[in-house]
């Protein structure tokens, strides 16, 4: 792997979206890499993410360990949360190394009419980056429920930004 001082940024945008209508999921829709501890990440191609339901409050960890970190379940109407996809690298390593993935989750705010990623959890390791961020603004009318309501189900507002040309991670 080569090393490059720069920063931790994504070398493309990842395209982040819904894997598919009424799903849960998100995914990659574009072939990306990324740049972590000066180390840029081998090609990710277009996959589905991990689930929303495995974000933690705070971590990740090295090398991707989430042990003993609360996860954040039900988001309740009337509130906003912002999940943060982040790529991790292993800090050694070879050229052949496969980068993990893992959410961070920001704490629930009362809804604003206007998504916003300045909520979001960025607590990042050296060799870790923000891929993106995923904004979930809930009006239903019941709680959404990671990993079970669909991303475009009625009155679910769901933004996906990548983060790339946007100088970084927040």
Not at 28 to 44: E, L
Not at 105 to 116: F, H, K, R
Request: one cysteine or more; glycine letters at 8%.
């Amino acid at each position: 792997m080569q090393d490059n001082f720069v920063g931790n940024v994504c070398l493309a945008a990842p395209g982040l979206a819904i894997t598919v209508g009424t799903s849960a999921t998100v995914k990659y829709a574009n072939t990306f890499r990324f740049k972590a501890n000066g180390r840029i990440s081998p090609s990710i191609t277009t996959a589905a993410t991990p689930s929303l339901l495995t974000a933690v409050l705070n971590g990740p960890f090295v090398n991707g360990s989430t042990t003993a970190v609360p996860t954040k379940t039900t988001l309740a109407t009337g509130y906003t949360r912002t999940y943060t996809l982040v790529g991790t690298l292993p800090i050694n390593g070879t050229a052949t190394v496969t980068p993990t993935y893992s959410w961070l989750v920001s704490p629930d705010t009362v809804n604003s009419d206007v998504p916003t990623i300045s909520g979001a959890n960025t607590q990042l390791n050296n060799n870790q980056t923000a891929i993106g961020y995923v904004n979930v603004i809930n009006v239903s009318g019941s709680d959404f429920t990671p990993a079970t309501t669909a991303l475009d189900a009625a009155n679910v507002t769901v933004t996906y930004v990548d983060n790339y040309g946007i100088g970084g991670s927040l």
